[in-house]
T-cell receptor
Framework: KAGVTQTPRYLIKTRGQQVTLSCSPISGHRSVSWYQQTPGQGLQFLFEYFSETQRNKGNFPGRFSGRQFSNSRSEMNVSTLELGDSALYLC??????????????FGAGTRLSVL | AQSVTQLDSHVSVSEGTPVLLRCNYSSSYSPSLFWYVQHPNKGLQLLLKYTSAATLVKGINGFEAEFKKSETSFHLTKPSAHMSDAAEYFCVVSDRRGGSQGNLIFGKGTKLSVKP
């Protein structure tokens, strides 16, 4: 079974631009969560989607948005990029939504650098 | 609210010696607890999980962790370190309510160095 696939692996953008990251979950998984990882803040939850609906959202500004498609693939978008958005963005999939004891499986991440 | 504290930001051991990575959690009800490992430039890999079954949990690559409710601890151990164990380790508690912290609440991580 293929794991969680994130594309692209690396991105370089400049301030003010927007970016879209993609995540393909494990086959059969309907829950996708996104996390931002930085050296200073560690791993922080961005949002979770289950069956195309956003279930939870972390404490990030509205510039961060996401969506999930009918095939469970998910995208996250960051508009008007700031230097502080430079981070590793991780996607995780699971078979059930948050609130259960299910395991989340992580992709390798997309490393975003904002210049 | 649930939280998790990893007591050491960096641990250094010699190859072949035991590993102990410490984690304390705070939870208002019975938690699910996990340890994940992250190798450089890689995503997170699940090492083991505790979900209210046996208190001693065995994971992959010889790691195990013991859930101690009285001490609110979930320390990760391995009898003999290998060079390939050098990585960052995250203790994670699952917040079944979700919300703004999300399903998983991560500790700050412990970097494990293994000296030859």
């Amino acid at each position: 079974k293929a794991g969680v696939t994130q594309t692209p692996r690396y991105l370089i953008k400049t301030r003010g631009q927007q970016v879209t990251l993609s995540c393909s979950p494990i086959s059969g998984h309907r829950s996708v969560s996104w996390y931002q990882q930085t050296p200073g803040q560690g791993l922080q939850f961005l949002f979770e989607y289950f069956s195309e609906t956003q279930r939870n959202k972390g404490n990030f500004p509205g510039r961060f948005s996401g969506r999930q498609f009918s095939n469970s693939r998910s995208e996250m978008n960051v508009s008007t990029l700031e230097l502080g958005d430079s981070a590793l963005y991780l996607c995780a999939s699971s078979s059930e939504p948050s609130g259960s004891k299910n395991i989340q499986y992580f992709g390798a991440g997309t490393r975003l650098s904002v210049l | 609210a649930q939280s998790v504290t990893q007591l050491d930001s960096h641990v250094s051991v010699s190859e072949g010696t035991p590993v102990l990575l410490r984690c304390n959690y705070s939870s208002s009800y019975s938690p699910s607890l996990f340890w994940y490992v992250q190798h450089p430039n890689k995503g997170l890999q699940l090492l083991l999980k505790y979900t209210s079954a046996a208190t001693l949990v065995k994971g992959i690559n010889g790691f195990e962790a013991e859930f101690k409710k009285s001490e609110t601890s979930f320390h990760l151990t391995k009898p003999s370190a290998h060079m390939s164990d050098a990585a960052e380790y995250f203790c994670v508690v699952s917040d079944r309510r979700g919300g703004s912290q999300g399903n998983l609440i991560f500790g700050k991580g412990t970097k494990l160095s293994v000296k030859p």
